[in-house]
């Protein structure tokens, strides 16, 4: 079946940086899209943006561009999320999950992200 | 980009129906049939329940059911069972290869 396997939580201090990672097995990596998305404490699910895992190619929502990379090696069915100059509301559990057509079919478990002095 | 609206919370009875609204733009929840549901238990990872608007993955029960009328999709759980508290958000396509949630909804079960 379908895993997602994200690594695990990370405490920051503002203006680091922080990369999660998502580990997928179970499907074939090249062929679903990668999408990312957060939860804030006491907020909703907010979608951050996507990686087509065979290309590369990137599209990610206008807030976070030019402050989040999302990047892939094919070797190990990986794609790995990077955040910088990393602020306190960036603290949020960060979810990978793998797309279908415009849906997210399965998810990470999530990785909680700390930023703190 | 504001995000799609739906109530805060809403509740019923254990065998009742309670329904959900999302309510977005001509831009997102009205220009495509891209419309999901899931259900996220604090401390899990979220489920997709619906997608496409009307259609339900495998091992999703059919009491959980999706519809769009212009810019408003709907998620109707009928025969609530006590498992179905959680919270639930909406997504659609917004054009743009982006994605947008809805604020989500808390479902308490009486």
């Known amino acids: 079946q379908v895993q997602l396997m994200q690594s695990g939580a990370e405490v920051k201090k503002p203006g680091a940086s922080v990369t999660v990672s998502c580990k997928a097995s179970?499907?074939?990596?090249?062929?679903?899209?990668m999408h990312w998305m957060r939860q804030a404490p006491g907020q909703g699910l907010e979608w951050m943006g996507r990686?087509?895992?065979?290309?590369?190619?990137?599209n990610y929502l206008q807030k976070f561009q030019g402050r989040v990379t999302m990047t892939r090696d094919t070797s190990i069915n990986t794609v790995y999320m990077e955040v910088r100059s990393l602020r306190y509301d960036d603290t949020a559990v960060y979810y990978c999950?793998?797309?279908?057509?415009?849906?997210?079919?399965?998810w990470g478990q999530g990785t909680l992200v700390t930023v703190s002095s | 980009q504001s995000a799609l609206t739906q109530p805060r919370s809403v509740s019923g009875s254990p065998g009742q129906s309670v329904t959900i609204s999302c309510t977005g733009t001509?831009?997102?929840?009205?220009?495509?049939?891209?419309v999901s549901w899931y259900q996220h238990h604090p401390g899990k990872a979220p489920t997709l329940m619906i997608y496409?608007?009307?259609r339900r993955p495998s091992g999703v029960p059919d009491r959980f059911s999706g519809s769009k009328s212009d810019n408003t999709a709907s998620l109707t759980i009928s025969g609530l069972q006590a498992e179905d508290e959680a919270d639930y958000y909406c997504?659609?396509?917004?054009?743009?290869?982006?994605?947008?949630f809805g604020g989500g909804t808390k479902l308490t079960v009486l």
């Open positions: 999950a793998r797309g279908r057509t415009e849906d997210l079919a399965d």
């Open positions: 179970g499907y074939t990596f090249t062929a679903s899209y």
């Open positions: 990686i087509n895992p065979s290309s590369g190619v990137t």
């Open positions: 001509s831009s997102d929840v009205g220009a495509y049939t891209y």
């Open positions: 496409d608007v009307i």
């Open positions: 997504c659609s396509y917004a054009g743009s290869y982006t994605l947008i």
